[in-house]
């Protein structure tokens, strides 16, 4: 079956880094979109960064454009998320996404979420 593990969340300082980490197995990697979502307390889940499939092109949210950077390793079936310069607003559970769209169906994964806590 598809699993998507993240790792590499904590706490933090404001003005901090971290390095998010997904590893996906059970799925033909290359051919998915990868996403990082995050959801803080009380807000709906929203999208960070996106990394296409084949040419890698990315998006961001604007309010992480400059400060974080999504990254795909498809021989290693990882996708990272460089999160720089972390404000107290980055606070979240992080959540690696995988989606395809293919022959008229969409597939969708998610990983279980893991912590951001950004505090002084």
């Known amino acids: 079956q598809v699993q998507l593990v993240e790792s590499g969340g904590g706490l933090v300082q404001p003005g901090g880094s971290l390095r998010l980490s997904c590893t996906a197995s059970g799925l033909t990697f290359s051919s998915y979109v990868m996403n990082w979502y995050r959801q803080a307390p009380g807000k709906e889940r929203e999208l960070v960064a996106r990394?296409?499939?084949?040419?890698?092109?990315?998006n961001y949210a604007d309010s992480v454009k400059g400060r974080f950077t999504i990254s795909r390793d498809n021989a290693k079936n990882t996708v990272d998320l460089q999160m720089n310069s972390l404000k107290f607003e980055d606070t979240a559970v992080y959540y690696c996404n995988a989606y395809r769209r293919y022959l008229l169906r969409e597939y969708v994964y998610w990983g279980q979420g893991i912590q951001v806590t950004v505090s002084s």
């Open positions: 990394i296409s499939s084949g040419e890698g092109n990315t």
